[in-house]
């Protein structure tokens, strides 16, 4: 618990200690301003691409998953009914 409290510490003060910094450069803060938006779209349409490629990812092995599941379950119920009929 006490890492997990630190390491958010230290992450907290990592990003405002960069956001003073991008405020506190010498460029224009309209200038500033619009390479940090393109900065944040960038960053975002990256991270969307990541979240779905990896929604693929995880709906395929669902999917997979699913389907030996189903497999496996059919082969259980037929050799049931198999033995049913024996007995």
Do not use: C, H, W
């Amino acid at each position: 618990m006490d890492y997990l409290k630190t390491t958010f510490t230290f992450l907290l003060g990592a990003g405002l200690g960069v956001a003073a910094g991008i405020l506190a450069a010498p460029k224009k803060g309209k200038r500033t301003r619009a390479d940090l938006s393109n900065f944040i779209g960038d960053k975002k349409d990256q991270l969307e691409d990541i979240g779905s490629k990896r929604l693929a990812e995880a709906k395929s092995f669902l999917n997979e998953t699913v389907e030996k599941q189903t497999s496996a379950a059919k082969k259980g119920l037929d050799k049931v009914k198999e033995v049913a009929k024996v007995s």
